[in-house]
Every structure is written in structure tokens, then in C-alpha cells.
Nanobody
Framework: QLQLVESGGGLVQPGGSLRLSCAASRFTLDYYAIGWFRQAPGKEREGVSCISSSGTSTNYADSVKGRFTISRDNAKNTVYLQMNSLKPEDTAVYYC???????????????????WGQGTQVTVSS
């Protein structure tokens, strides 16, 4: 079973940056689209950004466009989410997820992804 592990979360001041990593063990991520999702207390899980298996196609939520960048390094079996200009409303648990579905990166919704990590907390506060 594909296992995903997120890292890189933490406490950061508004305007700061963090880089999240999503690493896989036991399986290569080469054939998987990867999505980053987040869930704040009392809110539904939402898609933040998704990337195709080749890395050539990406999708972003309107709320993070221009601030977040998703990328992948298949040689390292890792997907990244660079988050800049962070805002308090970005505070949430961030999850990465994997999908073999060809169009999952385009839809970028949680029900298109079947393998999930445990999440990493991101807190943006002064």
C-alpha cells in the first residue's frame, strides 16, 4: 500500500514562507498525480493544489494562486508545496494524497484521491 508522509509544517508569521514535502515509501510516485489539501477546524477539506504524474500540469485554488507553487522531483520520490506570503487564513492541517486517475490533478478534489498522508499542521500567526 502506498504510504505518504508530509513534513515541513510549523508556526510562521503572516507574510512568511514554508515548504511542505510529501514523500512516499515502498512505491514510486512516478505514475501518480499528487494533490495537496487542507482542512481548518470546522471546515471541509479543500483542494489547494494538484500536479500531474509528469509534473507538466498543475492546478491551484484561487485562494493560493500566485502565492503557492507545487512541484515534484520524481528522482527523490517527493512532491513539494512552496508557500509564500502566508496569511492567517492559510492555517490548517495540510495533507498530500495520491491518485492513479489521469484527470485527478485537473479536478483536484479529495474524492478523486485514494491514498492519504497523516497531515502536517501549518499555523500562520503573529
Amino acid at each position: 500500500q502506498l504510504q505518504l508522509v508530509e513534513s515541513g509544517g510549523g508556526l510562521v508569521q503572516p507574510g512568511g514562507s514554508l515548504r511542505l514535502s510529501c514523500a512516499a515509501s515502498r512505491f514510486t510516485l512516478d505514475y501518480y498525480a499528487i494533490g495537496w489539501f487542507r482542512q481548518a477546524p470546522g471546515k471541509e477539506r479543500e483542494g489547494v493544489s494538484c500536479i500531474s504524474s509528469s509534473g507538466t500540469s498543475t492546478n491551484y485554488a484561487d485562494s493560493v494562486k500566485g502565492r503557492f507553487t507545487i512541484s515534484r522531483d520524481n528522482a527523490k520520490n517527493t512532491v513539494y508545496l512552496q508557500m509564500n506570503s502566508l496569511k492567517p487564513e492559510d492555517t490548517a492541517v495540510y495533507y498530500c494524497a495520491a491518485s492513479r486517475s489521469a484527470l485527478s490533478w485537473y479536478r483536484c478534489v479529495h474524492d478523486a484521491f485514494g491514498s492519504w498522508g497523516q497531515g502536517t499542521q501549518v499555523t500562520v500567526s503573529s
